[in-house]
């Protein structure tokens, strides 16, 4: 897929050049869809253990589980919008997929259910975020692409922020949980619509005659970008578990949506300028403070068990923070060294191996919460973590070749 604006770009008309009419409504879609999913998602743990009576490690195994099985799907979806599968049906089938199962959770009579819808919630994500990725890079020139998913991480994450916002005005009217996680069908359904009427239809991306890609056929670089970030997302600390830190520390169920909200509309803010930002200095140096800050939040975090409210609420802003500085430039990384017939099949590789490493990331974390208290946990991500930003680092001695 050629970009929708062929013509070569400065930094200056980079910054000035309006985004193109994919990126735009696939951005609303992503709005429209974390509103959708984050009037459940902060609540989740919440419903799991006091409503549903699991504990840490049946949460990891739920948020691990969901994420693996989504990782491996990204990679085929991915690999079929390369094989020239429109990658428009894709994000539509995937977006409706999730849409139609993620409210059922609210009629969820035991974990394992909450397993199923939460597993059928992320195939809908498997299908849809490797294309919708691989559309995004190929509507934009290289010097524009930390911007353009900068913009899209920022629309994800308002998303994230209004979600929990109408999660806490129902349950300030007394609403049920349940009928809170019910009534997330509403900008569900404005998602399906908005793909169908507003997203135009791209060229799809069609692989070369003979083409045989092969892990061996990436770019170097690309290759061990695609196993730090494995690495890393091993290392990662689902904020399911920032919330059930938060309650432990003394904060009220009926505010968790509203410390979510904060700590969403901080991803908004920082998205952009960090997707901007990483165009312009390059990815690794905002990848690794982005990383460097996250060890120092999950050491304070393993450190303050049980700080004042106030404390609470920064360092849960703090955490996601951290999040939202890498996720940008990650992702444009693989765009950067990937060709265009590639794209679909890297990203999908990338969150192929950063979903299959949640699972036991996840699951190790809850486990060792369970034995040894969440400080330890926090104090073992922290440690792990910064041993893959030094892989980084290292990564990081030579400038990278841009793909464009």
Known sequence: MRPED??????AASVSRALPRTVVVLGLVSLLND?????????LPIFLTATL???????GLVEGLAEATS??????AGRLADRGVDAKSLVVAGYGLSNATRPLIGLAAAWSSVLLLRFLDRVGKGFRTAPRDALIAGATLAADRGRAFGFHRSMDHAGAVIGPLLAFALLSMQVELKHVFLASVVPGLLVLLLLMFGLPRGQPFVAPPRASFAWRSLHGRLRAMILAAGWLA????????VVLWAIGAGLSVHWVPLVWAAASLAKMVIAMPAGIVSDRLGRIPVLLGGWTLRVFVLLVLAALPAPPAWQVWLLFVAYAATLAVTEPAERSVIGDHASAHERGTAYGLYHLASGLLVLPGAVLFGAIWERFGSSTAFTTAAIVTALGAAWMSWLAREPITQAG
Do not use: D, N, Q
């Not at 990782?71 to 085929?76: A, G, M, R, T």
């Not at 091993?234 to 578990?241: D, G, N, R």
């Open 234 to 241: 091993l290392a990662s600390v689902p904020e399911a578990f």
């Open 6 to 11: 062929g013509r070569p770009a400065t930094h």
């Open 35 to 43: 509103a959708s999913s984050e009037m459940i998602t902060p609540l």
């Open 53 to 59: 009576g699991a504990g840490p490690a049946i949460v």
């Open 71 to 76: 990782s491996v799907l990204k990679l085929v």
